[in-house]
């Protein structure tokens, strides 16, 4: 008889791991704390749009569902910069300017996982069923539910259950885990730019990029010609604006050009929640070999990669791919998960911290327009040898932490480069004079 699975959150994680485990002929129950999110409204204020790239399609492709998925996305071939003064920078991602991340709709996406995982053979879906209990080396659980509390039993765990994960918490309780989360300094808030006339009114190709030194707005495009915009503010600062008279003052004095095309700016600024950014650090990620995390409830990430979901994903087909080679055991799979991702999620963690001060302070910089231009030159002069950070990240699998190393390695081998130019321009310029 098949080990039956329990998979704690039918969030983008959940689902996707429902389908490929069911393709193993695996029975799984997908318990989820909230109603079915297919026949509800979505949380007011807390999409953040996906950023889909590489790392997400090669799941999706794994499972046949990418084209259904991506018939709804928007791609985003670089960054458009929007200054207080002066015109609008476009910044392309790729050197060959032709590859895009694609902007998706989080509830979109993960109506489409469930849709996907509900029609997979030997699949159950459970919703409103809120984890209360767990005892990890049994693998019993208790949910709270309607009807009232309900008990289930299964000989694998596995904890999709996001940032704020029930399942690590349990775990946490039962001293089996630790946990450390450390809070940004920073809240977000969501606005909305709706279609003119039916049509944009920016440009959808592009990722917007309100950079303001210590905070930044962000725009990505909806299949509905709208924009979401998500404000990345301080902690606190959103307090200092409670009346349609400041709120309108401070946008049309810091985002002047936002003012005419938000007109339920007011609105949304005053009603929409204030969410935190956070990472997640979590050791060890499992227990008694039969419960695990993965995804957000693991090693949850700010957003400013856009590498969250694609991370996860990315979780998902390294655990598939560690059941393969254990042969189906699974207190050895999660010990191999674990050694194997741990190490790349430590390294996207960092960069997405590194990638919020780019985008916020740096963007705007002509010396960081500068050394784009001279990185999209190096990779055009030496294609496959010179590969920036953001391309390996959005545009490959290349494991994170090499990605890191290999970055390192491209920069010193740069410096080197450019001091034996000054060396031998100098060396030039001396010999001429004598």
Not at 21 to 50: C, H, K, M, W
Not at 239 to 261: K, N, Q, V
Not at 380 to 406: K, N
Request: charged letters at 20%; aromatic letters at 8%.
């Amino acid at each position: 008889m098949s080990e039956t699975i329990a998979i704690v959150g039918a969030g983008l994680t959940g689902s996707l791991l429902a389908c490929f485990l069911a393709r193993r002929g695996l029975p799984v129950t997908l318990y989820e704390r909230r109603p079915d999110p297919r026949t509800g409204q979505a949380e007011r204020g807390r999409s953040i749009n996906l950023a889909i790239s590489e790392r997400g399609l090669d799941a999706l492709r794994r499972i046949g569902l990418v084209d259904e998925v991506m018939a709804d996305a928007l791609p985003m071939k670089g960054r458009m910069i929007h200054p207080v003064e002066g015109p609008l920078d476009f910044q392309p991602y790729s050197a060959t300017q032709d590859r895009a991340i694609n902007s998706i709709s989080r509830g979109t996406l993960n109506n489409a996982l469930l849709d996907a995982a509900e029609k997979a053979p030997g699949v159950e879906v459970r919703f409103e069923h809120r984890l209360v209990e767990l005892d990890s080396q049994a693998g019993l659980m208790g949910f709270e539910t309607p009807a009232g509390t309900v008990h289930a039993q299964a000989d694998v765990v596995l904890g999709a259950d996001g940032a704020g994960s029930a399942v690590r918490g349990q775990l946490v309780a039962e001293g089996l885990v630790t946990e450390d989360v450390d809070f940004l300094d920073y809240g977000y808030k969501e606005l909305a730019i709706p279609a003119v006339d039916g049509e944009f009114a920016l440009d959808p190709g592009s990722l917007h990029i309100w950079p303001r030194g210590t905070s930044m707005m962000i725009a990505l495009p909806n299949p509905d010609r709208s924009f979401t915009c998500t404000l990345f503010w301080p902690a606190g600062s959103f307090d200092a604006l409670t009346s349609a008279a400041e709120i309108e003052r401070y946008f049309g004095t810091h985002y002047p050009d936002l003012l005419p095309l938000a007109p339920d700016l007011v609105d949304d600024y005053l009603h929409n929640p204030v969410g935190v950014l956070g990472t997640v650090h979590t050791t060890p990620w499992q227990a008694h070999g039969r419960t695990v995390l993965i995804g957000d409830a693991a090693h949850a990430i700010v957003p400013f990669y856009g590498q969250g979901a694609n991370c996860a994903f990315e979780d998902v087909v390294e655990l598939d791919r560690c059941l393969s080679e254990a042969g189906g055991s699974w207190a050895l799979t999660l010990r191999m998960f674990e050694k194997r991702r741990r190490v790349n999620t430590e390294a996207i963690a960092e960069m997405a911290l590194a990638n919020f001060v780019e985008m916020r302070d740096k963007v705007a910089s002509p010396v960081f327009r500068l050394n784009k231009r001279i990185e999209h030159a190096l990779e055009r002069a030496f294609p496959g040898q010179y590969v920036s950070r953001y391309e390996l990240v959005s545009f490959s699998t290349t494991p994170y932490a090499e990605v890191q190393r290999r970055v390192r390695r491209q920069h010193q081998v740069l410096g080197a480069t450019i001091g034996l130019a000054g060396l031998a321009a100098v060396a030039g310029m001396v010999g001429r004079r004598r």
